[in-house]
T-cell receptor, first 118, second 117 residues
Framework: AQTVTQSQPEMSVQEAETVTLSCTYD???????LFWYKQPPSRQMILVIR??????QNATENRFSVNFQKAAKSFSLKISDSQLGDTAMYFCAFTLSLIKAAGNKLTFGGGTRVLVKP | DGGITQSPKYLFRKEGQNVTLSCEQN?????MYWYRQDPGQGLRLIYYSQIVNDFQKGDIAEGYSVSREKKESFPLTVTSAQKNPTAFYLCASSPRWGKRGGLETQYFGPGTRLLVL
């Protein structure tokens, strides 16, 4: 079974600064996908960024970027130029490649609460 | 507008009562999922369905039931057998299972908060 661990329950950052959230996962498979989802106070889950394990290049989406270290099974999220609207819970999630898996099941970490201070 | 809708936003259950949470999507997605979120925790998979008239248990299916009679609908029933139903329930969908090309991303509805009276 796959597991996802987020070791930082809460982090705070000043507006315009950078914060990095850590995520580690455990799997014996080689083809999989990793995601970061954001859950603001509205509780709507919003996809932030995704990474295919077969791609060595780290994904980026505007101010969000990841550091994907496949050998270390690490998938950290960096938020640059933090904005007040970035305040939310952030969840790391894992799924096996659809070709391999019997169903596209997401496994989530426990989340990291990010507070952006003005 | 394409998206996923869940209703109601808040639901109250009395002791011994079954309640049904609605999830509808107009994204033409084949796969649909139900997750449970407890306070301060991540999401846990209850049930998922890859195609109409087929569904599988997730990690915490006991006390829940689902149906998938239509592609766009995947209702979740919380039965009286679920002894601790108070939680936030999220429905999600994703494009066709088994097809490559970046289609594994799940998109979520706004959620239903279930409370026990």
């Amino acid at each position: 079974a796959q597991t996802v661990t987020q070791s930082q329950p809460e982090m705070s950052v000043q507006e315009a600064e950078t914060v990095t959230l850590s995520c580690t996962y455990d799997t014996s498979e080689s083809n999989y996908y990793l995601f970061w989802y954001k859950q603001p106070p509205s509780r709507q889950m919003i996809l932030v960024i995704r990474q295919e394990a077969y791609k060595q290049q780290n994904a980026t989406e505007n101010r969000f970027s990841v550091n994907f270290q496949k050998a270390a099974k690490s998938f950290s999220l960096k938020i640059s130029d933090s904005q007040l609207g970035d305040t939310a819970m952030y969840f790391c999630a894992f799924t096996l490649s659809l070709i391999k898996a019997a169903g596209n099941k997401l496994t989530f970490g426990g989340g990291t609460r990010v507070l952006v201070k003005p | 507008d394409g998206g996923i809708t869940q209703s109601p936003k808040y639901l109250f259950r009395k002791e011994g009562q079954n309640v049904t949470l609605s999830c509808e999507q107009n994204l033409n997605h084949d796969a649909m999922y139900w997750y449970r979120q407890d306070p301060g925790q991540g999401l846990r998979l209850i049930y998922y369905s890859q195609i109409v008239n087929d569904f599988q248990k997730g990690d915490i299916a006991e006390g829940y039931s689902v149906s998938r009679e239509k592609k766009e609908s995947f209702p979740l029933t919380v039965t009286s057998a679920q002894k601790n139903p108070t939680a936030f329930y999220l429905c999600a969908s994703s494009p066709r299972w088994g097809k490559r090309g970046g289609l594994e991303t799940q998109y979520f509805g706004p959620g239903t908060r279930l409370l026990v009276l």
